[in-house]
């Protein structure tokens, strides 16, 4: 079956960095757009950054400038580095893969806590 594993979530402190990875099996990746969202607590999840099978990246404003995304498809894992960590980015982070031509096909996994706090 389709499995989506996040890990590297945590507490960090106001400016620091983390990195998510979200290994991916039960899918050839490379034909899947690969995508994090966040939802934070009274809120809808919202779409943080994707990267497209075809190469392209997507980012909401937010995280312009702060958060990288980058896959590895040899390995069906994708990463979303995450710096200058702001309190408005704590949430659940899921991974999400959504095939490139049938967009209706799209799993998700367990989610990972992203805590920015002092």
């Known amino acids: 079956q389709v499995q989506l594993v996040e890990s590297g979530g945590g507490l960090v402190q106001p400016g620091g960095s983390l990195r998510l990875t979200c290994a991916a099996s039960g899918i050839i990746s490379s034909n899947y757009d690969m995508g994090w969202y966040r939802q934070a607590p009274g809120k809808q999840r919202e779409l943080v950054a994707r990267a497209y099978a075809g190469g392209s990246t997507d980012y909401v404003d937010s995280s312009k400038g702060r958060f990288t995304i980058s896959r590895d498809n040899a390995k069906n894992t994708v990463y979303l580095q995450m710096n200058t960590l702001k309190p408005e980015d704590t949430a659940i982070y899921y991974c999400?893969?959504?095939?490139?031509?049938?967009?209706?096909?799209?799993?998700w996994g367990q989610g990972t806590q992203v805590t920015v706090s002092s």
């Open positions: 999400n893969a959504r095939h490139r031509n049938l967009v209706t096909v799209m799993y």
